[in-house]
């Protein structure tokens, strides 16, 4: 089942890329300024270079730190998974996660598909990014809907709801067993882990893209500090993520490497294709523009759904109301965060 899916994702991401790429000739008309250097005084090639090399140092280790803080936690007993102290933590990154999708990716789709370097029709006529961003929220909802049922109808083994909603109209088969029980909660929480990174490597590597191809020393210098915090705290969430789905130590392992690299690698392929990559040519605002919307959708679902709603709605948080306001003050001070963070990133 695993396979299966992390299969049918990049299946996915390949055909958004192939799809972007393949309407980008849609515009030939733009002004002369775009696909050109910027005359911004803050354009320096050769300073902005040692800034990246530092960027890419200082990410990698937030990313490392942030994803792996959480798989360690079983060594800390105040920070142990079924904990008070971890639960609080988890919804603070899951509204850094949130954060991210509304404050971060969604409005950097809205301003790339709006800009004045696209023809009018059809860019300026139609919400692109609000249209992918629904799409990608189902697509992402049939993805985690049918994997789950792929597997327990694999494994007869019923569906844990969520919470969202009693009565008939919410029938499930449930578990015969407490082990059948324990096994789907277990499967719930690795389809999460899984469509959560796919969704954050996609926009991880774009923002890595942007600032490894920019030359602009002062937005470099921000963006450095901001993509630090924001990798540490976004790590985290994913870091929760992947040691609630209990795999084995190599896929662990590899699962935060994955995380850990990405944004690295984009800035290291932004500096291999900075002499031709121009963030403000159509082909890019597009390319970009359009993953970033497909990537916002995802998140946002994920942060709702599948971390906020399952934690707030699940028995441990729906037994004390003091938890439940302290999870959602954690997760507005996520949310909070990476609201002040879009200031420069």
């Given amino acids: 089942m695993a396979s299966t899916s992390t299969l049918t994702m990049k299946t996915i991401f390949l055909v958004l890329i192939f ?30 270079l040692p800034l990246k090399i530092i960027a890419i140092a200082a990410i990698l280790v937030a990313s490392m730190i942030g994803v792996g803080a959480p798989l360690f936690s079983r060594n800390v007993s105040f920070l142990q998974p079924d904990g008070n102290i971890f639960t609080i933590v988890k919804c603070f ?21 709006s800009s004045i370097c696209l023809e009018e029709n059809p860019w300026h006529k139609f919400p692109f990014s609000g249209f992918l961003a629904m799409l990608s929220g189902l697509i992402t909802l049939a993805i985690d809907s049918m994997a789950t049922s792929l597997y327990t109808s694999k494994h007869a083994v019923g569906i844990v709801p969520h919470g969202h909603g009693h009565g008939p109209a919410n029938d499930v088969t449930l578990p015969v067993k407490e082990d059948d029980a324990a096994n789907a909660q277990l499967l719930r929480f ?34 450095i500090a901001a993509l630090c915090f924001h990798q540490m705290f976004e790590g985290m969430g994913l870091g929760g993520c992947i040691l609630q789905a209990e795999y084995t130590n190599m896929k662990k392992f ?9 944004t690295p690698f984009g800035i290291a392929l932004g500096i291999a294709l900075s002499t031709v990559y121009q963030d403000n040519s159509p082909k890019a605002l597009i390319t970009v523009g359009l993953l970033n919307a497909c990537s916002a959708g995802l998140l946002i679902y994920m942060a709702l759904v599948d971390l906020l709603a399952a934690e707030f709605m699940g028995p441990k948080l729906q037994g004390s109301i003091k938890m439940q306001v302290k999870c959602l003050v954690a997760a507005l001070l996520g949310c909070g965060g990476m609201s002040v963070i879009a200031k420069w990133a």
Avoid: Q, W, Y
Wanted: aromatic share 6%.
């Fill in 19 to 48: 799809v972007s790429f393949a309407i980008s000739p849609a515009t030939s008309t733009a002004p002369e300024e775009c696909g050109s250097e910027s005359a911004n005084p803050c354009v320096n090639k050769a300073k902005a």
């Fill in 190 to 223: 690795r389809v999460i882990a899984m469509v959560l990174e796919l969704g954050i490597i996609v926009h991880s590597v774009v923002i890595g893209l942007s600032l490894g191809a920019t030359s602009d020393t002062c937005t470099i210098k921000g963006l």
């Fill in 254 to 262: 590899l699962m935060a490497f994955f995380f850990a690299v990405t």
């Fill in 93 to 113: 990154a899951s509204g850094i996660i949130l954060g991210t999708g509304f404050m971060h990716v969604l409005p950097d789709s809205f301003e790339m598909l």
